[in-house]
């Protein structure tokens, strides 16, 4: 969000409206619970296409097939989830993968970019007159995909702007920060402007949200006892599924604590993006760091240091059970625990992060009994989340789930 520290918060104030408690509960929880229906819905109809082809019929109830699981990879339909969500809200269509079952090139190629902006950045520091030849040995292909997904996001953003003009969601609260007649031409967010940040503002919050549910799944399917116990509250909470809804899940307190405890695990913004710091130098956290340093909080160091938190590599969601003190482990620092940063660029999509990671989770929960799927693939290997590779953002191995309609 902008290269200055005043052109960050110009930005900043432009897309803050899109965040308000109003915003949150009258704009963004039904988008977030309409996709949510619908993937749940494709995992079902899944379900009752292979008990069909297991010797079912449609005359006969579900509950009598022989075969009533689907397998579906998760981080790949965590990811349709996520993007399509924020696509609605942010262009007012999604990229349709959850309807589809696939993924969009678009958000394939948003995917690669974390590991791009990982070696220019190396790159960069290392070798700065290296990074000037890069635009030149760049494959031919890259720079395709590169300029596809720009013209694409402009394409997107001027359509967008054509039409619902009066939609509050996120493009419509800058489009109302715009319209204030107090605001200058030099305050106002341009169509270029917009046109540069959507792409990065959609992948902000989808592939962080994708990966902090990803990785609570990953430590419940290792955890039957932690998955019982979050099941049955999700389970006793809501008596139809229909009741399930982004405003009830939020009083779901051992599913919030096992949503952070995840996310203490395997902090989707693992490794921080840096500052340097300014002039001669600063103090920081009490000791001197002389100017020109990058500084940057590693999160997964952070929230695996024993330090800071007892068993650190232990999925234990009773730590954030304050306050039962009983339950809480004596030597944890919660207040090391910030995945969302603190201060002038603290996330501002937490509370839109929350709704999306409660609704997904309890829907899932309540609908079906869930194992890790036996298969080949790789994910088998991956023991511990810190095993994966990350550039910036996790590259995640596939997580191979099986879905069972829910017998009790
Ligand atoms: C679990 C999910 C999420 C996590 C862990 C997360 C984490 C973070 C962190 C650590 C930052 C600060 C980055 C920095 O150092 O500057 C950040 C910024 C940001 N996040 Fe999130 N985020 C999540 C979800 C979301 C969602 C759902 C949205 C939007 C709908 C979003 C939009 C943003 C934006 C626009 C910024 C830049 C804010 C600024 O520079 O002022 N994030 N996020």
Redesign the pocket.
């Known amino acids: 969000?902008g290269n200055s520290e005043a052109g960050?918060a110009r930005l900043?104030r432009a897309?803050i409206g899109a965040f308000s408690d109003t915003a949150t509960k009258e704009v963004h929880a039904p988008v977030i619970e309409k996709y949510v229906h619908l993937w749940i819905g494709q995992f079902k109809a899944m379900i009752e296409k292979n008990g069909k082809e297991n010797g079912g019929t449609s005359a006969e109830p579900a509950e009598t097939w022989t075969n009533t699981t689907a397998t579906v990879d998760m981080i790949s339909w965590l990811n349709f989830l996520t993007f399509d969500i924020?696509g609605d809200l942010s262009f007012g269509e999604s990229f349709g993968s959850t309807a589809r079952g696939e993924p969009h090139a678009w958000v394939d190629i948003a995917n690669g970019y974390g590991k791009g902006i990982a070696l220019i950045a190396s790159l960069n520091y290392f070798v700065a007159p290296l990074q000037k030849l890069l635009r030149f040995v760049m494959p031919a292909s890259v720079r395709r995909k590169m300029a596809y997904h720009q013209n694409w996001t402009a394409q997107k953003v001027r359509k967008r702007l054509e039409f619902k003009k009066d939609r509050a969601d996120f493009m419509g609260a800058v489009l109302k920060y715009n319209n204030q007649p107090v605001k200058t031409k030099e305050e106002k967010v341009s169509i270029q402007e917009l046109e540069l940040n959507m792409a990065t503002?959609i992948f902000?919050?989808s592939e962080?949200?994708s990966s902090?549910l990803a990785v609570v799944l990953f430590e419940l399917l290792k955890a039957p006892d932690i998955l019982k116990r979050v099941q049955d509250e999700v389970r006793s909470a809501f008596e139809r599924e229909k009741d399930i809804d982004v405003a009830r899940c939020s009083k779901l307190e051992y599913l919030s604590a096992v949503i952070n405890e995840g996310?203490r695990i395997g902090?989707?913004?693992v490794i921080?993006?840096p500052r340097v710091v300014k002039g001669h130098g600063e103090e920081v956290c009490g000791k001197w760091v002389p100017g020109g340093t990058y500084l940057a909080v590693n999160q997964y160091a952070a929230f695996h240091a024993t330090a800071n938190f007892t068993d650190p590599s232990k999925f234990q969601p009773e730590r954030f059970l304050t306050p039962d003190a009983d339950a809480k482990t004596s030597n944890d620092n919660l207040a090391v625990f910030q995945?969302?940063?603190v201060g002038r660029?603290?996330?501002?999509?937490?509370k839109?992060?929350w709704a999306?990671?409660r609704l997904v989770l309890a829907r899932l929960l309540f609908a079906f009994d869930i194992s890790r799927a036996e298969t080949n693939s790789a994910t088998v290997n991956v023991g511990d989340w810190g095993e994966q590779k990350t550039f910036i953002f996790w590259e995640k191995e596939p997580l191979h789930v099986s879905l069972k309609k829910r017998v009790s």
């Open positions: 969000m960050h900043r897309f924020s503002f902000a919050g962080t949200t902090a996310i902090p989707p913004s921080g993006v995945p969302f940063l660029h603290t996330c501002i999509g937490q839109f992060a999306e990671m």
